[in-house]
């Protein structure tokens, strides 16, 4: 079991930059496959980016790709979301996952990670 502490939101304006944290607990935390989510007022929560657990495997939804960079560091036990060239259509509350798998095939699945951060908010003005 591995528990999750996501940080590093705020408020920024288009076009800035943030990187958001996750930090684990756990001596497994570099076996898990894991991945970050967000989710806007109203809206459902969305999959932005997955990675295994070595960070070799990545892959990011089309609204983000090219924009967002997904990376962990096991020996610190903490997963990473870059995320440049920011819209105001990115605001959002972004959550980190995990799963006890080296690499989830359903990766954009949020039912099918079991252990979630609280959320960090992002808020990008125009």
């Known amino acids: 079991q591995v528990q999750l502490v996501e940080s590093g939101g705020g408020l920024v304006q288009a076009g800035d930059s943030l990187r958001l944290a996750c930090a684990g607990s756990?001596?497994?935390?570099?076996?898990?496959?894991m991945g970050w989510f967000r989710q806007a007022p109203g809206k459902e929560r969305e999959f932005v980016a997955a990675?295994?657990?070595?960070?070799?495997?990545?892959v990011y939804a089309d609204s983000v790709k090219g924009r967002f960079t997904i990376s962990r560091e096991n020996a610190k036990n903490t997963m990473y979301l870059r995320m440049n060239n920011l819209i105001p259509d990115d605001t959002a509350v972004y959550y980190c996952?995990?799963?006890?798998?080296?690499?989830?095939?359903?990766?954009?699945?949020?039912?099918?990670?079991?252990?979630w951060g609280q959320g960090t908010q992002v808020t990008v003005s125009s």
């Open positions: 996952a995990a799963a006890a798998l080296r690499w989830i095939s359903t990766y954009y699945k949020s039912q099918d990670y079991p252990y």
């Open positions: 756990g001596r497994t935390f570099g076996s898990y496959a």
């Open positions: 990675i295994n657990w070595s960070g070799s495997s990545t």
